[in-house]
């Protein structure tokens, strides 16, 4: 919504049900991906409204403040308040915030802006959907659980701000759609094509050997049926590689396109964690290829 000094308010919405087993860890993830859309679009976060569903007749009130403080822990480290919200009695336990932000007119991040010969770099590991499935079906470890955790639950909010120093083209979040579903966005709002490698992708420890056991969740191979559309695979990758790519994420990093110097620039000041996966090419025919 834009103002009449030239500021914009924005404004977002998301929840969802416990992906992990400890309410205050649930809180703390949940927070994170709804603050992620307003990192995503240069913005900053003002404040924010609760939004929960609970079972109030079959769980223990103890376990909704603990999902509660979570959120409000998070929401703290992102320097903003939790002003109030709306809960309803539901079957099952659900918990998101509405958050409330601002930008300037000029300043604000789109997925439209990417340029031919820009460098794609992604914030953060991918994996959480194959993980999460695996910890619903008690597959995972304490350790894999806890890296996948500490992932999800990290604030995009470092990576906004060193971006910000360099004006990226384009820039969006890796949520539900997958790596490749988020980026062939990009590249269909930017009219532009995108060669991505596998090889420099970071993955969550866990997330091979549970898809070479059978444990993929249902959203990813939704979301590579529909990438294939616009996507040319490696003849090489196997379904599982592939399936990587497209996997549903929850609080995922930033995907930003930079120019190649400005590019190196952000890796060295946000850290190794930070990989630059591949470059953005003129359009062809499909919107993005993947490589080995």
Not at 22 to 46: C, E, H, R, V, W
Not at 279 to 291: F, M, P, R
Request: with cysteine; glycine share 10%; aromatic share 6%.
């Amino acid at each position: 919504m834009r103002l009449e000094d030239g500021k914009l308010i924005l404004q977002t919405v998301d929840f969802f049900t416990p992906i992990v087993d400890d309410p205050y860890t649930f809180g703390q993830i949940s927070a994170a991906n709804s603050l992620s859309d307003i990192y995503a679009m240069g913005g900053k976060p003002l404040f924010a409204l609760n939004i929960v569903g609970f079972p109030i007749q079959k769980l223990s009130n103890d376990i909704l403040s603990e999902i509660m403080q979570g959120g409000a822990d998070k929401a703290a480290e992102a320097g903003i308040p939790i002003v109030g919200g709306h809960s309803v009695d539901d079957n099952e336990p659900k918990y998101g915030l509405v958050v409330t932000g601002e930008a300037i007119g000029k300043e604000i991040w789109t997925n439209a802006g990417a340029k031919p010969g820009d460098k794609i770099i992604l914030t953060k590991p991918i994996g959480t959907g194959i993980i999460s499935t695996a910890i619903k079906k008690k597959k995972a470890s304490t350790k894999i659980i806890s890296h996948a955790v500490d992932s999800m639950k990290t604030l995009n909010k470092t990576a906004a701000e060193i971006a910000r120093k360099f004006k990226p083209n384009a820039v969006t979040d890796v949520t539900g759609f997958g790596l490749v579903g988020h980026l062939i966005e990009i590249c269909n709002a930017s009219n532009v094509s995108a060669e991505i490698n596998f090889s420099n992708i970071e993955l969550l420890p866990g997330t091979v050997k549970f898809l070479e056991q059978g444990i993929m969740p249902g959203g990813s191979k939704r979301n590579l049926k529909h990438a294939e559309n616009f996507t040319i695979f490696n003849p090489n990758l196997t379904y599982n590689q592939k399936l990587i790519t497209c996997d549903a994420q929850t609080s995922g990093g930033l995907l930003i396109t930079l120019s190649n110097g400005d590019a190196n620039k952000f890796i060295e000041e946000f850290g190794k964690k930070a990989k630059i996966i591949g470059e953005i090419t003129s359009k062809k025919n499909n919107s993005v290829s993947v490589e080995l």
